[in-house]
């Protein structure tokens, strides 16, 4: 290692002659600043360091962002077992894998058959909620955002158009 950068020690690591770093004080930001000035190959002995195993590969970049990742997540944690489920859930869906759909559509997603009305200008809409999507006067659309703007010709929130908000702490 430089003389001049500063070594980010994981947690309990060992330091030189046998010292070991207790101390969870050390700021994560100066651990964080310290990467910019490590060279590729300290980097990659910082990552043997904090995820026991080689460096995947020599990318400056990619050893930058995920090794500030892990010393973040080693300092505060790592995201909870629910956020976690819902970012392999989102990966699913972007690979065209079939499963968790319902975990990301939310809790405000109406049942499959509701009818959700909304008077616009002195016309009574309907909408059908299906189970892919929605349909409005025989044609289906995917968001309640693109019905929305089909009939008041305007963008707007679909949820809040056709009075479906959000639940706010407190309410429910």
Known sequence: ????????????????????????DRPVLTRLAALKVMSVIELKAEWQRLFGADAPNNSRAFLELRLAYRIQE???????????????????????KPGRKRMIQGSRMPVAGTRLVREWNGVEHTVTVLRDGFEWQGRKYKSLSAIARAIAGTRWNGWRFFGLRETKRGEQ
């Not at 080693?74 to 065209?96: C, F």
């Open 74 to 96: 080693l300092a505060y944690g790592g995201p909870s077992r629910e956020t976690a489920r819902l970012i392999d859930a989102l990966a699913d869906e972007v690979e065209g």
């Open 1 to 24: 290692m430089r003389r001049n950068s500063t070594a980010v020690e994981a947690p309990g690591a060992e330091l030189p002659h046998g010292r070991h770093d207790c101390t969870p």
